[in-house]
Each structure stands twice: as C-alpha cells, then as structure tokens.
C-alpha cells in the first residue's frame, strides 16, 4: 500500500498556520475573563492583546513576529502503517510552512551562527513520540516563542524540601522573569523523573487546555496554590502591574530517585499556541482541535 505524501503535507502546513494565527478557544476564554477582572493599563493590555487576536484570526497573519520553533507532539498508533514516513512529512511541512506563511527565521546554528532559513536543522524541528494501541496518528503542534522558553529553568532539589520548595522555586523564578514572558502567561511545571524528564513533562503540561485541572485532586490543588501565589506577586499583564501574572498553572509529575527531586518550568506567554490533527490508516488528514 502506497501513501499520497502531498496531502498530508499539505495539511500538516495548513495545521502550522491554524497553530500560528488562531488560539484554541479555551485560551481566548481565559483571556476575557482576566479582562473582566482587571482595570487601568492592566485592561487596556488584555483589551490590546484580544483585538490582536481578532486580527490575526480575520487576516489569517500570525498572531506574532516570533512564529517559535515548531514542536510536535505525536500519538503514534503502533498499527499505523507509515510510521517509518512522519518525520520526513513533517520536516518537509515545516520547510513549507517556513516559505508559505512565512515562519521567522528561528534557527541558528549555535558555531557558525548560520541561519536555517527553512527552520530545519539538527533536532529542529522538535519531535516527541509516543505509542498507543491505534491505528492512526495524533499530531499535535505547538510553535515555541523565544522569549517564554528563555524564562524555563531546571533545579534540582533535595528531597527533604519537598513539594514546599517546588512551590518557593516556581514562585520565585516566574517572579523573577517579570514581563519577559509576556504575560499572563501559561506555566508547565514537570516534576520527578531525571533533568530531561522533569523538563519534557513540563512542556506536555502546556497542552491541557486552560482552566482543566490535574485528574489527581492532590495535584490540582497544589496547581491552584501556585496560580493564586503568583498571581498576587502583581506582575500582570505584560508586567505592566495587575491581578493576572498567570493563566494557569499545569503539573505533571513521575517517579523520582530517592536522592533528587528535579523540577522543570516551562513558560509559554499568553500566546499558548496549539493545534491538533489525526492521520488515520488511509493517510487521511483531519483537524480536530
């Protein structure tokens, strides 16, 4: 059985410019609602940032100058039939994406300081797997903004400070970083695992949608301690003051070794990009989200 590439290529381009010019609705959803509670400079931020929205979504533009580093998330059916053909498909969609739409330039080699002008390079773009019992695949994809990701950070704590020194350090570092990330922002906090793990798991939190609480109750309240602790550091929008610093806070956490407690922060700005397609068996092409 052959596969007809160009169509999956086609919309795997046309997922990247949904990503980049609309915001899923749960996103814009959280956005009115800081809106209705601030006042002053504060609103007016949210007010600017939603018009923006509306503009992007009407003009099919991008709804910023930073177009990120494209990251994708697959749910790999292990029936699928052309797993060994994604990566290729979805290297070739970021190329065309990257002339099409246009993408920003968002690739330097870190040596030569040699611009990819097509957004390819050694793990660029940024490819996560996984497995499940399917027959089809789910891709998700989420541009990455340079100036949240410069805000993440990685600790390494010591057990014994426990889930209170988590808090002090997320509190602390979002703090910190001020209105660099453009907020009000979206923060993925991974706990357990090892460094990458810890860092990986905190980047997948970014996909749950806006306001949906951790599954475990012991998980989602500590998520709504930090939302509400760092919304009182007053930071606001665009760190121009105000009662929104953060959308929400998203954890996931795994296993540690007994010796460390690793904690990864990912910082998305209020432009929490996604969007979401199925490829099924036939090679057929669906956004879904």
Known sequence: MTLDEEPIISGLVNLIQRAETKLPKDVIKALRTARDQEEGIARIQLETIL???????????????DTGVQTFFLQIGTSFPYIGRLKPLLIEAVKQASEMLPL??????????????????????????????????????????????????????????????VKEFVVREVTRAGGNPCPPTVVGIGIGGGADVAMKIGKLALLRPVGERHEERDVARFEEQLIEAINKSGIGPMGLGGHTTVLDVHVEKAPRHPASLPVGMVVQCWANRRAIARIDAKGTFQVIG
């Open 51 to 65: 018009e923006n929205i509306d503009i992007a979504a009407q003009t099919n533009r991008p709804l910023c100058q």
């Open 104 to 165: 920003r330039p968002n690739a330097i080699d870190p040596f030569t300081k040699q611009q990819h002008l097509d957004n390819v390079g050694a793990f660029i773009p940024v490819i996560n797997w996984d497995f499940i019992k399917d027959d089809a695949v789910h891709v998700t994809v989420m541009p990455k903004g340079g100036g949240s990701e410069n805000m993440s950070r990685l600790t390494m704590l010591h057990p014994s400070q426990g889930l209170e020194g």
